[in-house]
């Protein structure tokens, strides 16, 4: 069965980091890039970045540019974001999700961060 | 890079069709082909609806459909049923290998 399975809930200070774990199976994980896709609380999609498991090159949203890191460890299957210097605007759920073309096709359940001092 | 702009929420009733727009600009949506929508229903993980601005991925049903003219994608839902209320998402790639979402349009049934 393809799916992407994500880290548990987080619960970080200002100030801190966090970092979530996608665990891609059922397909080829260096064949598919890997996106990270935010939403906060009763709010919209927002777009942070994404991976090429293959060589690992990354590229971010401008917004996060500065605070995000996208790894990846190709013998697990699995990728990972980084985000650091958490503000309570960071409180959402994060997802990853597979690109297949230009869509997003395959979607992880998501990890719920929460922010609070 | 700013979020491609949709209506805040859009209503019909049983049977009829809806249209959600996305409006973007020259570096997304009006330069390239790969405008995508998705669905979400609430505390739901989103689902690919359409790619490549007209395409459907199997099994999504044939109610749904995408186009674009421009700078502006749309998304039309023909034959509205209840199940069809939930959030739905443009998405555009973007120059320099970017993407960007839509800020998301509520469907209601009347």
Known sequence: QVHLVQSGAEVKKPGASVKISCKASGYTFINRHIHWVRQAPGQGLEWMGWLIPGDGKTKSSPKFQARITITRDTSASTAYMELSSLRSEDTGVYYCARLTGYSLDLWGPGTQVTVSS | ?110
């Open chain 2, 1 to 110: 890079q700013s979020a491609l702009t949709q209506p805040a929420s859009v209503s019909g009733s049983p049977g009829q069709s809806i249209t959600i727009s996305c409006t973007g600009s020259y570096s997304d949506i009006g330069g390239y082909d790969y405008v995508s929508w998705y669905q979400q229903f609430p505390d739901k993980t989103p689902q690919l609806l359409i790619y490549d601005v007209t395409k459907r991925p199997s099994g999504v049903s044939n109610r749904f459909s995408g186009s674009k003219s421009g700078k502006t994608a749309s998304l039309t839902i023909s034959g509205l049923q209840a199940a069809d209320e939930a959030d739905y998402f443009c998405s555009s790639y973007s120059s320099g290998g970017t993407w960007v979402f839509g800020t998301g349009t509520k469907v209601t049934v009347l």
